[in-house]
Protein backbone atom coordinates (compact mmCIF):
# COMPACT_ATOMS: atom_id res chain seq x y z
CA UNK A 1 0.00 0.00 0.00
CA UNK A 2 1.18 3.50 -0.41
CA UNK A 3 -0.18 6.81 1.15
CA UNK A 4 -3.13 8.70 -0.31
CA UNK A 5 -2.97 12.16 -1.79
CA UNK A 6 -6.32 12.57 -3.21
CA UNK A 7 -6.81 15.59 -5.48
CA UNK A 8 -8.17 18.77 -4.43
CA UNK A 9 -11.57 19.35 -5.61
CA UNK A 10 -13.89 22.05 -5.16
CA UNK A 11 -16.85 20.46 -3.19
CA UNK A 12 -20.32 22.01 -4.32
CA UNK A 13 -22.79 19.47 -4.09
CA UNK A 14 -24.84 18.60 -0.54
CA UNK A 15 -22.21 17.79 1.32
CA UNK A 16 -19.52 17.50 2.67
CA UNK A 17 -18.61 21.21 1.35
CA UNK A 18 -15.30 22.39 0.86
CA UNK A 19 -13.36 22.41 4.08
CA UNK A 20 -11.61 25.32 4.66
CA UNK A 21 -7.44 24.97 4.91
CA UNK A 22 -7.53 26.58 8.23
CA UNK A 23 -9.70 23.78 9.80
CA UNK A 24 -7.51 20.64 7.91
CA UNK A 25 -4.42 22.51 9.63
CA UNK A 26 -5.77 22.51 13.35
CA UNK A 27 -6.90 18.17 13.16
CA UNK A 28 -3.54 17.79 12.47
CA UNK A 29 -2.33 19.05 15.65
CA UNK A 30 -0.59 16.93 18.44
CA UNK A 31 -3.42 14.05 19.21
CA UNK A 32 -4.55 14.67 23.37
CA UNK A 33 -6.01 12.10 25.79
CA UNK A 34 -9.32 12.36 25.52
CA UNK A 35 -9.48 13.16 29.65
CA UNK A 36 -6.41 15.34 29.26
CA UNK A 37 -7.45 18.70 31.42
CA UNK A 38 -5.90 20.46 28.28
CA UNK A 39 -8.87 18.59 25.94
CA UNK A 40 -11.14 19.19 28.61
CA UNK A 41 -10.94 22.53 28.08
CA UNK A 42 -11.82 22.49 24.67
CA UNK A 43 -14.66 20.80 24.80
CA UNK A 44 -16.21 23.21 27.45
CA UNK A 45 -15.14 25.87 24.56
CA UNK A 46 -16.83 23.93 21.74
CA UNK A 47 -19.75 23.77 24.01
CA UNK A 48 -20.19 26.92 24.67
CA UNK A 49 -19.65 27.88 20.80
CA UNK A 50 -22.47 25.54 19.92
CA UNK A 51 -24.79 26.84 22.41
CA UNK A 52 -23.88 30.94 20.83
CA UNK A 53 -24.42 28.76 17.10
CA UNK A 54 -27.94 27.21 18.17
CA UNK A 55 -28.88 30.20 20.16
CA UNK A 56 -29.65 28.53 22.67
CA UNK A 57 -29.14 28.23 26.62
CA UNK A 58 -29.23 24.53 27.07
CA UNK A 59 -26.90 22.86 29.16
CA UNK A 60 -27.28 19.93 27.10
CA UNK A 61 -26.03 21.38 23.58
CA UNK A 62 -22.47 19.08 22.60
CA UNK A 63 -21.40 17.20 19.66
CA UNK A 64 -21.86 13.36 18.82
CA UNK A 65 -19.10 11.43 18.40
CA UNK A 66 -20.50 10.20 14.82
CA UNK A 67 -22.05 11.82 11.41
CA UNK A 68 -25.82 13.32 11.18
CA UNK A 69 -27.72 10.47 11.16
CA UNK A 70 -26.53 9.80 14.36
CA UNK A 71 -27.41 12.82 15.72
CA UNK A 72 -30.93 11.75 14.21
CA UNK A 73 -31.07 8.80 15.90
CA UNK A 74 -30.14 10.13 19.23
CA UNK A 75 -32.70 12.93 19.44
CA UNK A 76 -35.94 9.73 18.14
CA UNK A 77 -33.66 6.59 20.32
CA UNK A 78 -33.81 8.60 23.54
CA UNK A 79 -37.46 10.77 22.93
CA UNK A 80 -39.38 7.87 21.53
CA UNK A 81 -40.81 5.48 23.82
CA UNK A 82 -42.82 2.30 23.23
CA UNK A 83 -46.31 3.64 21.32
CA UNK A 84 -45.59 7.13 21.36
CA UNK A 85 -47.36 8.68 18.30
CA UNK A 86 -44.88 11.28 16.37
CA UNK A 87 -46.31 13.09 13.83
CA UNK A 88 -43.83 13.61 10.60
CA UNK A 89 -43.35 16.23 8.19
CA UNK A 90 -41.70 14.54 4.85
CA UNK A 91 -41.00 16.39 1.88
CA UNK A 92 -38.22 14.69 0.72
CA UNK A 93 -35.54 11.92 1.91
CA UNK A 94 -34.49 12.87 5.36
CA UNK A 95 -38.36 13.20 6.74
CA UNK A 96 -38.75 9.56 5.19
CA UNK A 97 -35.04 9.09 7.18
CA UNK A 98 -36.80 10.57 10.28
CA UNK A 99 -40.19 8.11 9.67
CA UNK A 100 -37.99 4.87 10.21
CA UNK A 101 -36.47 6.08 13.05
CA UNK A 102 -39.59 6.56 14.84
CA UNK A 103 -40.27 2.75 13.95
CA UNK A 104 -36.76 1.50 15.04
CA UNK A 105 -37.31 3.04 18.12
CA UNK A 106 -40.87 1.55 19.00
CA UNK A 107 -43.29 4.52 18.30
CA UNK A 108 -45.55 4.89 15.79
CA UNK A 109 -45.17 7.79 12.82
CA UNK A 110 -48.10 9.53 11.59
CA UNK A 111 -46.70 10.55 7.88
CA UNK A 112 -47.60 14.64 6.93
CA UNK A 113 -46.56 13.63 3.48
CA UNK A 114 -45.52 17.09 1.30
CA UNK A 115 -44.59 16.98 -2.35
CA UNK A 116 -41.14 17.34 -2.89
CA UNK A 117 -39.78 20.33 -4.07
CA UNK A 118 -42.54 21.89 -1.86
CA UNK A 119 -42.62 23.57 1.47
CA UNK A 120 -44.92 21.80 4.85
CA UNK A 121 -48.07 23.71 4.30
CA UNK A 122 -48.32 24.88 8.46
CA UNK A 123 -52.50 24.34 8.28
CA UNK A 124 -52.07 20.58 7.40
CA UNK A 125 -49.25 20.02 9.89
CA UNK A 126 -52.16 21.44 12.25
CA UNK A 127 -55.06 19.49 10.81
CA UNK A 128 -52.39 16.48 12.07
CA UNK A 129 -51.93 17.30 15.39
CA UNK A 130 -55.95 17.89 15.77
CA UNK A 131 -56.57 14.56 14.18
CA UNK A 132 -53.94 12.89 16.74
CA UNK A 133 -54.43 14.53 20.40
CA UNK A 134 -52.18 11.62 21.91
CA UNK A 135 -49.52 12.39 19.35
CA UNK A 136 -46.24 13.41 21.80
CA UNK A 137 -43.64 14.73 19.28
CA UNK A 138 -43.76 16.85 15.93
CA UNK A 139 -40.57 16.09 13.74
CA UNK A 140 -39.59 17.98 10.60
CA UNK A 141 -36.78 19.06 8.43
CA UNK A 142 -35.82 22.19 8.67
CA UNK A 143 -33.67 22.47 5.43
CA UNK A 144 -34.46 19.70 3.18
CA UNK A 145 -31.06 19.23 1.58
CA UNK A 146 -32.94 16.64 -1.11
CA UNK A 147 -35.19 19.49 -2.53
CA UNK A 148 -33.26 22.81 -1.53
CA UNK A 149 -36.67 23.78 0.55
CA UNK A 150 -36.64 25.90 3.75
CA UNK A 151 -39.48 24.84 6.62
CA UNK A 152 -40.55 27.40 8.63
CA UNK A 153 -39.06 26.03 11.69
CA UNK A 154 -40.32 28.93 14.26
CA UNK A 155 -44.56 28.33 12.95
CA UNK A 156 -44.30 24.45 13.22
CA UNK A 157 -42.30 24.85 16.61
CA UNK A 158 -45.11 27.24 17.62
CA UNK A 159 -47.87 24.54 16.66
CA UNK A 160 -46.12 21.35 18.06
CA UNK A 161 -46.00 23.45 21.50
CA UNK A 162 -49.91 24.73 21.16
CA UNK A 163 -50.63 20.97 20.63
CA UNK A 164 -48.87 19.94 23.74
CA UNK A 165 -46.05 18.22 21.65
CA UNK A 166 -42.58 18.07 21.63
CA UNK A 167 -40.39 19.16 18.60
CA UNK A 168 -37.50 17.19 17.04
CA UNK A 169 -36.10 19.74 14.36
CA UNK A 170 -33.31 18.49 11.44
CA UNK A 171 -30.84 21.33 11.08
CA UNK A 172 -27.88 18.96 9.71
CA UNK A 173 -27.97 21.60 6.22
CA UNK A 174 -29.69 24.66 8.19
CA UNK A 175 -27.24 25.57 11.05
CA UNK A 176 -24.16 28.14 10.18
CA UNK A 177 -26.11 28.55 6.92
CA UNK A 178 -29.42 30.58 7.58
CA UNK A 179 -30.68 31.67 11.05
CA UNK A 180 -31.26 28.64 13.80
CA UNK A 181 -32.96 30.30 16.61
CA UNK A 182 -33.27 27.24 19.15
CA UNK A 183 -34.78 29.02 22.07
CA UNK A 184 -36.85 31.97 20.78
CA UNK A 185 -38.53 29.12 17.99
CA UNK A 186 -38.83 26.47 21.07
CA UNK A 187 -37.23 24.06 19.62
CA UNK A 188 -36.98 20.60 22.09
CA UNK A 189 -34.35 18.57 20.20
CA UNK A 190 -32.18 19.72 17.35
CA UNK A 191 -29.45 17.54 15.55
CA UNK A 192 -27.09 19.32 13.06
CA UNK A 193 -23.67 18.00 10.74
CA UNK A 194 -20.10 19.20 11.06
CA UNK A 195 -19.94 18.51 7.32
CA UNK A 196 -22.28 21.21 5.45
CA UNK A 197 -22.43 25.13 6.15
CA UNK A 198 -19.71 24.61 9.37
CA UNK A 199 -17.22 23.74 6.55
CA UNK A 200 -15.69 20.97 8.39
CA UNK A 201 -14.80 17.27 7.88
CA UNK A 202 -18.05 14.90 7.78
CA UNK A 203 -18.36 13.12 11.12
CA UNK A 204 -19.75 15.07 13.80
CA UNK A 205 -23.26 16.21 15.08
CA UNK A 206 -23.94 18.88 17.27
CA UNK A 207 -27.05 18.55 19.22
CA UNK A 208 -29.20 20.31 21.40
CA UNK A 209 -31.96 19.30 24.00
CA UNK A 210 -34.17 21.75 25.90
CA UNK A 211 -35.40 21.27 29.32
CA UNK A 212 -38.48 19.51 28.94
CA UNK A 213 -37.17 16.89 26.43
CA UNK A 214 -34.70 16.04 29.33
CA UNK A 215 -37.99 15.67 31.35
CA UNK A 216 -39.58 13.22 28.85
CA UNK A 217 -35.95 11.35 29.22
CA UNK A 218 -35.72 11.35 32.94
CA UNK A 219 -39.08 9.93 33.09
CA UNK A 220 -38.84 6.73 30.40
CA UNK A 221 -39.84 3.79 31.57
CA UNK A 222 -37.90 1.78 29.24
CA UNK A 223 -34.37 2.05 28.65
CA UNK A 224 -32.95 3.84 25.29
CA UNK A 225 -33.02 1.38 22.82
CA UNK A 226 -29.48 2.16 22.08
CA UNK A 227 -26.36 2.11 24.39
CA UNK A 228 -23.97 4.35 22.62
CA UNK A 229 -26.72 7.22 22.09
CA UNK A 230 -27.96 7.07 25.12
CA UNK A 231 -27.53 10.85 26.12
CA UNK A 232 -27.57 10.47 30.07
CA UNK A 233 -24.69 8.31 29.55
CA UNK A 234 -22.83 10.18 26.83
CA UNK A 235 -23.45 12.98 29.35
CA UNK A 236 -21.15 11.38 32.05
CA UNK A 237 -18.33 12.21 29.36
CA UNK A 238 -19.68 15.34 28.19
CA UNK A 239 -20.58 17.37 31.62
CA UNK A 240 -19.25 15.88 34.69
CA UNK A 241 -17.56 18.75 35.60
CA UNK A 242 -14.03 17.59 37.06
CA UNK A 243 -15.48 14.51 37.42
CA UNK A 244 -15.82 13.40 33.45
CA UNK A 245 -15.70 9.43 32.95
CA UNK A 246 -15.32 7.50 29.98
CA UNK A 247 -18.39 6.92 27.68
CA UNK A 248 -16.37 6.32 24.41
CA UNK A 249 -12.97 7.58 23.28
CA UNK A 250 -13.55 11.11 21.78
CA UNK A 251 -12.45 11.62 18.15
CA UNK A 252 -9.98 14.39 19.77
CA UNK A 253 -8.48 15.71 16.18
CA UNK A 254 -12.01 15.95 14.60
CA UNK A 255 -12.84 17.78 17.45
CA UNK A 256 -9.96 20.17 16.76
CA UNK A 257 -11.63 20.72 13.62
CA UNK A 258 -14.76 21.90 14.74
CA UNK A 259 -13.66 24.16 17.46
CA UNK A 260 -11.83 25.41 14.16
CA UNK A 261 -15.02 25.94 12.32
CA UNK A 262 -16.36 27.65 15.71
CA UNK A 263 -13.36 29.91 16.16
CA UNK A 264 -13.90 30.63 12.12
CA UNK A 265 -17.56 31.33 12.27
CA UNK A 266 -17.42 33.72 15.31
CA UNK A 267 -14.34 36.07 13.79
CA UNK A 268 -16.71 36.57 10.83
CA UNK A 269 -19.97 36.51 12.85
CA UNK A 270 -23.16 34.37 12.22
CA UNK A 271 -24.74 37.49 10.94
CA UNK A 272 -22.28 38.16 8.24
CA UNK A 273 -21.99 34.12 7.73
CA UNK A 274 -25.91 34.10 7.01
CA UNK A 275 -25.44 37.26 4.75
CA UNK A 276 -22.23 35.38 2.56
CA UNK A 277 -24.41 32.26 2.08
CA UNK A 278 -27.61 34.33 0.57
CA UNK A 279 -24.95 36.88 -1.26
CA UNK A 280 -23.29 33.84 -3.12
CA UNK A 281 -26.89 32.27 -3.57
CA UNK A 282 -28.08 35.50 -5.65
CA UNK A 283 -24.27 35.41 -7.65
CA UNK A 284 -25.42 32.27 -8.32
CA UNK A 285 -28.95 32.42 -9.42
CA UNK A 286 -28.28 35.48 -11.72
CA UNK A 287 -25.50 33.56 -13.29
CA UNK A 288 -27.61 30.35 -13.88
CA UNK A 289 -30.20 32.29 -15.46
CA UNK A 290 -27.51 33.93 -18.37
CA UNK A 291 -26.73 30.23 -18.63
CA UNK A 292 -30.26 29.45 -19.82
CA UNK A 293 -30.98 27.20 -16.40
CA UNK A 294 -33.50 27.89 -13.70
CA UNK A 295 -33.96 26.65 -10.06
CA UNK A 296 -36.89 23.99 -9.41
CA UNK A 297 -37.74 25.71 -6.00
CA UNK A 298 -40.19 28.46 -5.08
CA UNK A 299 -38.02 31.88 -4.26
CA UNK A 300 -40.05 32.25 -1.39
CA UNK A 301 -38.73 28.86 0.00
CA UNK A 302 -35.40 28.42 -1.25
CA UNK A 303 -32.68 27.38 0.84
CA UNK A 304 -29.45 29.66 -0.57
CA UNK A 305 -27.18 26.51 0.85
CA UNK A 306 -28.62 24.21 -1.58
CA UNK A 307 -30.02 24.70 -4.86
CA UNK A 308 -31.97 22.64 -7.23
CA UNK A 309 -31.03 23.41 -10.59
CA UNK A 310 -33.91 22.09 -13.10
CA UNK A 311 -32.22 19.91 -15.85
CA UNK A 312 -32.95 21.18 -19.55
CA UNK A 313 -34.80 19.20 -21.70
CA UNK A 314 -32.01 16.74 -23.54
CA UNK A 315 -29.22 17.45 -21.28
CA UNK A 316 -28.02 14.43 -20.30
CA UNK A 317 -27.37 15.21 -16.32
CA UNK A 318 -25.20 12.48 -15.43
CA UNK A 319 -22.68 13.17 -18.39
CA UNK A 320 -22.64 17.03 -17.05
CA UNK A 321 -22.30 15.88 -13.78
CA UNK A 322 -19.34 13.87 -14.76
CA UNK A 323 -17.51 16.86 -16.79
CA UNK A 324 -17.58 18.95 -13.79
CA UNK A 325 -15.92 16.56 -11.82
CA UNK A 326 -13.58 15.09 -13.84
CA UNK A 327 -12.61 18.86 -16.50
CA UNK A 328 -13.29 21.19 -14.04
CA UNK A 329 -12.03 19.48 -10.16
CA UNK A 330 -15.75 20.53 -9.32
CA UNK A 331 -18.53 18.10 -7.09
CA UNK A 332 -22.25 19.04 -7.62
CA UNK A 333 -24.85 16.60 -6.54
CA UNK A 334 -27.71 14.46 -8.19
CA UNK A 335 -31.22 14.26 -7.68
CA UNK A 336 -32.89 11.74 -5.54
CA UNK A 337 -36.38 10.05 -5.02
CA UNK A 338 -38.74 11.74 -7.89
CA UNK A 339 -36.20 14.13 -8.79
CA UNK A 340 -33.23 11.95 -10.00
CA UNK A 341 -32.30 13.01 -13.28
CA UNK A 342 -34.26 16.21 -13.18
CA UNK A 343 -31.88 18.52 -10.97
CA UNK A 344 -28.61 19.14 -9.79
CA UNK A 345 -28.07 20.03 -6.44
CA UNK A 346 -25.25 22.94 -6.33
CA UNK A 347 -24.50 23.75 -2.82
CA UNK A 348 -23.00 26.97 -1.60
CA UNK A 349 -22.40 26.21 2.38
CA UNK A 350 -19.69 26.46 4.19
CA UNK A 351 -16.34 27.25 2.71
CA UNK A 352 -17.78 26.82 -1.07
CA UNK A 353 -20.17 29.88 -0.37
CA UNK A 354 -17.64 32.31 -1.86
CA UNK A 355 -17.60 34.62 -4.98
CA UNK A 356 -14.76 32.96 -6.95
CA UNK A 357 -16.57 29.65 -6.10
CA UNK A 358 -19.36 30.30 -7.62
CA UNK A 359 -17.20 32.35 -10.52
CA UNK A 360 -15.70 29.04 -11.26
CA UNK A 361 -18.78 26.75 -10.74
CA UNK A 362 -20.86 28.82 -13.39
CA UNK A 363 -17.51 28.66 -15.88
CA UNK A 364 -17.73 24.72 -15.38
CA UNK A 365 -21.20 24.19 -16.10
CA UNK A 366 -20.80 26.74 -19.32
CA UNK A 367 -18.41 24.45 -20.53
CA UNK A 368 -20.08 21.45 -19.66
CA UNK A 369 -23.02 22.08 -21.26
CA UNK A 370 -21.47 23.25 -24.20
CA UNK A 371 -19.20 20.00 -24.59
CA UNK A 372 -22.53 18.39 -24.51
CA UNK A 373 -23.74 20.19 -27.18
CA UNK A 374 -20.87 19.26 -29.32
CA UNK A 375 -20.56 15.70 -28.57
C1 LIG B 1 -26.62 15.39 5.25
C2 LIG B 1 -27.91 15.34 5.98
C3 LIG B 1 -28.16 14.41 7.01
C4 LIG B 1 -27.22 13.31 7.37
O1 LIG B 1 -25.96 13.76 7.75
P1 LIG B 1 -24.71 12.77 7.62
O2 LIG B 1 -23.57 13.59 8.15
O3 LIG B 1 -24.61 12.46 6.15
O4 LIG B 1 -24.99 11.56 8.41
C5 LIG B 1 -29.37 14.50 7.68
N1 LIG B 1 -30.29 15.42 7.36
C6 LIG B 1 -30.10 16.32 6.37
C7 LIG B 1 -31.15 17.33 6.06
C8 LIG B 1 -28.90 16.29 5.66
O5 LIG B 1 -28.70 17.18 4.66
Known amino acids: MKSFHPEKRLLMGPGPSDVHPRILEAMARPTLGHLDP?????????KGGLKALFMTENRMTFPVSAPGSAGMEMCFVNLVEEGDVVIVVKNGVFGERMRQNVLRSGGVPVLVDV??????DPAVVEDALKAHPEAKILAFVH???STGVCADAETLCALAKKYNCLSIVDAVTSLGGIPVRVDEWGIDAIYSGSQKCLSCTPGLSPVSFSEAALAKIKNRKSLVRSWFLDLTLVMDYWEGEGGRSYHHTAPVNALYGLHESLVMLFEEGLEAAWKRHNDTHEMLVSGLADLGLSLLVDPAIRLPQLNAVTVPDGVDE???????????????GAGLGPLAGKIWRIGLMGNAARPESVKRCLEGLSASLTAGHNS
Do not use: S
Open 38 to 46: DFQGLMEEI
Open 115 to 120: EWGTAP
Open 143 to 145: AET
Open 318 to 332: AAVRGRMLTDHGIEI
